[in-house]
């Protein structure tokens, strides 16, 4: 008896600092994401949803967003009858490895949250995974974006 899932959800992500390269952090960022995508799809999966960041552009000229917007586009060109991409801002949640630069950001973030627009604001990690938990199992059709003041 085999069993086919219904839905597949992909937060792969690390630093460039953590995978020691360009190309760790595209193999991680970029590579992985689609390899499991296809490889989804393949297996008859219906609906992906993955977790990018705010700002992500295939025509960034920042490596970190360029990646993360050629894997939303790559992603998109899979098939799925469901995509949902969720882009937040600062990811807020406790960490395995020490992030500084990240925490310093976060700690920017929260002191200035007041005056940011919501978008900027930390979104912490179990208000992303419940959002992109929701919108998978809705699985509505089309590619859907969850935007980082969506999320909470």
């Known amino acids: 008896m085999s069993y ?3 839905i597949v959800i992909c937060a792969l992500g690390t630093t460039q600092a ?9 193999y991680v960022d970029y590579e992985l994401p689609i390899a499991f995508g296809e490889a989804a ?3 008859g999966v219906e609906t992906y949803a993955i977790v990018t960041a705010m700002g992500a552009s295939a025509q960034s000229r920042s ?5 993360k917007g050629e894997v939303e586009r790559d992603l998109q060109k899979i098939g799925f009858r469901s ?25 920017a973030a929260r002191i200035l949250a007041p005056i940011l627009p919501k978008r900027f ?10 959002s ?11 590619c859907h974006w969850i935007q980082a003041e969506d999320m909470h």
């Open 4 to 6: 086919k899932p219904d």
């Open 18 to 26: 953590i995978a020691g390269s360009k190309d760790g952090f595209r």
């Open 41 to 43: 799809y393949a297996a």
């Open 63 to 67: 490596f970190y967003y360029r990646t």
């Open 83 to 107: 995509l949902t991409i969720s882009r937040p801002s600062l990811i807020g949640g406790d960490r395995i490895e020490p992030r500084p630069i990240e925490e310093i950001a976060l700690m």
């Open 121 to 130: 604001h930390v979104n912490p990690a179990e208000m992303i995974a419940a």
């Open 132 to 142: 992109l938990l929701d919108a998978a199992i809705a699985g509505k059709t089309g």
